[in-house]
Nanobody
Framework: QVRLVESGGGSVQAGGSLTLSCTASRNIASGYCMAWFRQAPGKEREGITYADSDGSTRYADSVKGRFAISQDKSKNTLYLQMNSLKPEDTGMYYC?????????????????WGQGTQVTVSS
């Protein structure tokens, strides 16, 4: 398994932006499906976007047009650019990965998880 470490969370006002980073302990440049999930207090974990091993991406409707996933393969780092943040975006954000073609936002498809980074959006 690959070890994942998230960073970049924080507190921001509604309408603001944040960029989350997820650094992997090994090369995820090829063959890996990488994703971001989030979990709000009292709610189930929600898959919000993935970047699959074939380069395809997918976004949950709740973040489409506001969030963007990207990778710097030379740094083994996954990013989540979050714009136009809303209070409902508040939660713990997790990076996840699996060394296969996954094409899904189901959490049970991912074998490696980071510890999470907190994002709080105030109105």
């Amino acid at each position: 398994q690959v070890r994942l470490v998230e960073s970049g969370g924080g507190s921001v006002q509604a309408g603001g932006s944040l960029t989350l980073s997820c650094t992997a302990s090994r090369n995820i440049a090829s063959g890996y499906c990488m994703a971001w999930f989030r979990q709000a207090p009292g709610k189930e974990r929600e898959g919000i976007t993935y970047a699959d091993s074939d380069g395809s991406t997918r976004y949950a409707d709740s973040v489409k047009g506001r969030f963007a996933i990207s990778q710097d393969k030379s740094k083994n780092t996954l990013y989540l650019q979050m714009n136009s943040l809303k209070p409902e975006d508040t939660g713990m954000y997790y990076c996840a990965g699996t060394p296969i073609y996954c094409h899904t936002l189901r959490s049970d498809a991912y074998s490696s998880w980071g510890q999470g980074t907190q994002v709080t959006v105030s109105s």
